[in-house]
């Protein structure tokens, strides 16, 4: 794993500014680019990635979610809801993981996967991911059996977190992104924040190929550098 660590006191305006970078590179490139964000107090990273955008580049950007609660979009947990919520432009395209149409998980995963791997040709280019205190990202918990699950999806159907019936990325979609941003903030991240940057092969984390943490946890004495 290639971990780069910013220290920053607004890990919010940090990360969007790196996933701005990272996006705008991709579109150069390809004239699209593959995204992934999660929900939780990740998404306030995205007026950030917005403001540094070059004019038009959101426009042709493939969004879907690296997680998602089986919620309604109204519902406060909801993961999409929470982008909605901002009032932020609409993506050139939007995949939901879990859509209020969706009467169950083979139902989700019978639409999601089928269009993933059309639009999005089976992968990413950059994720967007929140850490829980815990350690995990999207919705794979350390030791769970999701963290093992193959493909492109997985029903969570137990998460530790309520609320307990989740749609996931899985870690392969994740390990193959080549890179992920992660923001952190708050001493309540830092024992979680400690095991990532130790690599603990528990996390998820630890075999992401090119993981970029922008925070404001003082890390000098805990990174192995």
Known sequence: MNLEIVPTKDPAATAGE????AIAAVDARRGACRLAIPGGSAVAVLPYVL???PQGTWSRVLLTWVDERCVPLA??????????RLGLPP????????????????????????AFMRAFAGGLDV?????GEDGHVA???PGHAALEAEGTAVF???????????MSLTHAVLRATPLAVLAVGGEGKRAALRRVV????ALPTSALPHLMIATDIDLEDEADE
Request: glycine share 8%.
């Open 18 to 21: 790196r996933l701005a970078r």
């Open 51 to 53: 403001k540094n955008l």
């Open 75 to 84: 519902d406060p947990a909801s993961n999409r809801g929470a982008l909605r």
């Open 91 to 114: 993506p050139g395209l939007e995949l939901p993981l879990w859509d209020d149409t969706d009467g169950d998980a083979d139902a989700a995963l019978g639409r999601f996967v089928p």
């Open 127 to 131: 994720a967007l991911l929140g850490l």
């Open 139 to 141: 919705s794979l918990f």
């Open 156 to 166: 969570v159907a137990d998460s530790p977190k309520p609320p307990p019936r989740r």
């Open 198 to 201: 130790q690599r603990d092969p």
